[in-house]
């Protein structure tokens, strides 16, 4: 996976991915067309002029992302504006006004704190129940990009006990699967990171994307490959697109 450096917390993100803001990606397919990501729960494909203009967006501004479409495919500037003004009504808002998620917020370091304790609980069993039922309020209260913010700033300890890589993939996976709630791969992830980093095993969150038909699965991955709280041939028809350590 070739990734890009991050000069603010910001995910590592794939060749063709680009983050349009906080929680929306647009990652460009194979044949040109593009595949946005609204991490709050709604996708959309665009074709190919579209995904340019988007692209052009992020990078140089209306004004020039107008200008090179216009000059490129030779029709004018005008008629250009009003296709892009058009497609933005469509998408979800936001695109074109800001990029990396930002660090910050009163309430960000006390979240972190809570998380911290309930990885101090000392039955695994019940540690994991309690981390899950936190995953699944984070997501629910926050979103996407400041959970993953939240649980990547909880630090790598090598806790005694804190089990090796197949025991909190069992885990995890054991007790998402008894749980009344009914936990999504990115609950069971983001717990696995908990976990792993609980253990002193540096893990990521990966973001994965399938462009046909258009769907994302979220996992996490140690940094020797081993998955954990998922299965691996499930993980493997998702294209890697984005890592959140």
Request: net charge positive.
């Amino acid at each position: 996976m070739t990734v890009t450096p991050a000069t603010t917390w910001s995910p590592e993100l794939a060749r063709g991915a680009i983050q349009l803001r906080p929680d929306l990606l647009l990652v460009r397919a194979p044949d040109g067309s593009g595949r946005l990501l609204d991490l709050a729960g709604s996708f959309h494909a665009v074709d190919p002029i579209a995904a340019e203009l988007l692209v052009g967006l992020s990078r140089g501004g209306r004004t020039e992302a107008v200008r090179a479409t216009a000059r490129r495919y030779r029709v004018p500037e005008q008629q250009v504006a009003a296709d892009l003004d058009a497609l933005l009504t469509e998408l979800p808002p936001g695109i074109g006004t800001g990029g990396a998620a930002r660090r910050g917020g009163r309430v960000d370091p006390l979240v972190v704190a809570v998380l911290s304790l309930l990885r101090r609980v000392g039955h695994p069993r019940l540690r994991t129940w309690l981390l899950l039922a936190a995953a699944r309020v984070c997501f629910a209260t926050a979103g996407w990009s400041r959970t993953l913010r939240w649980w990547t700033s909880l630090p790598l300890r090598g806790r005694p006990g804190g089990g090796s890589a197949a025991e909190i993939d069992r885990r995890v996976r054991r007790s998402a699967t008894g749980s009344v709630l009914g936990h999504t791969c990115k609950e069971r992830a983001v717990v696995c990171l908990a976990e792993a980093r609980t253990a002193g095993l540096p893990a990521a969150v990966v973001l994965g994307l399938s462009c046909y038909p258009l769907a994302t699965h979220t996992w996490c991955l140690s940094d020797d490959d081993v998955v954990l709280g998922d299965l691996p041939d499930l993980c493997d028809a998702f294209q890697p697109v984005a890592r959140y350590r």
